[in-house]
Structure formats: C-alpha cells, structure tokens
Nanobody, 123 residues
Framework: QVQLVESGGGLVQAGGSLRLSCAAS????????MAWFRQAPGKDRDIVAA????????NYANSVKGRFTISRDNAKNTVLLQMNSLKPEDTAVYYC????????????????WGQGTQVTVSS
C-alpha cells in the first residue's frame, strides 16, 4: 500500500506560479511511475505529467508543456509539480497518482491516488 498526500494548491492570479507536492508513505514510491492528473468540474480526469521510476523520463500534456515541470526525490518519497505561467484554464483539482506503467495516460492504470488539492487561477 502507498498513501499519497498532496499539498501546495491555492488561489493564484494568471501568470503566477504554484508548486504542488505529493508525499508518499507506506511502501517506497521508488518502484512506481508517478503522475499528476487534474479534473475540472464536469470534465474528465486528465493526465498533466508523468515521471518514470528513476526520474530520467518525463512526459507532459500538450497544454502544459513548457510551463509545468514534474520531478521526484525517491529518497524523500516526494513528487513535485512546478507550475509556472498559470492560466485560468489550469483551474482544477490536482491529484497525485502512482502506478506501474510508464507512458499511459489512463487513470485506471494508476493504482494509488491522493485526495487532491484545489488549484484556482483567477483572470
């Protein structure tokens, strides 16, 4: 079992930055692909970014490329999502997830989920 807890969400003006953090407990997260998803009201849960077990590979949704950066510190059991140049359309609940398959954007592939943290970007 892996427990995931997100933090760092909040209200920010367009153009601003936020850094989300995901702390893992239970089993070490070193053996898992880690990802961030987001879900806006009335919309599907979509992948934002993912990072491989070692951290050597990352991928991003087209909508956030060049603005968001995912990173991980396996020794600290932490995954970060640095979000810059935020836009109102980035407003959503952001979820941290752990899974075994790198390269998949399907939520059902990810086994463990955090409770989510709200990010609101005002115009």
């Amino acid at each position: 079992q892996v427990q995931l807890v997100e933090s760092g969400g909040g209200l920010v003006q367009a153009g601003g930055s936020l850094r989300l953090s995901c702390a893992a407990s239970g089993r070490t997260m070193g053996g898992y692909v880690m990802a961030w998803f987001r879900q806006a009201p009335g919309k599907d849960r979509d992948i934002v970014a993912a990072i491989s077990w070692s951290g050597s590979s990352t991928n991003y949704a087209n909508s956030v490329k060049g603005r968001f950066t995912i990173s991980r510190d396996n020794a600290k059991n932490t995954v970060l999502l640095q979000m810059n140049s935020l836009k109102p359309e980035d407003t959503a609940v952001y979820y941290c997830a752990a899974g075994n398959t790198y390269g998949s954007s399907t939520p059902s592939v990810f086994r463990y989920w955090g409770q989510g943290t709200q990010v609101t970007v005002s115009s």
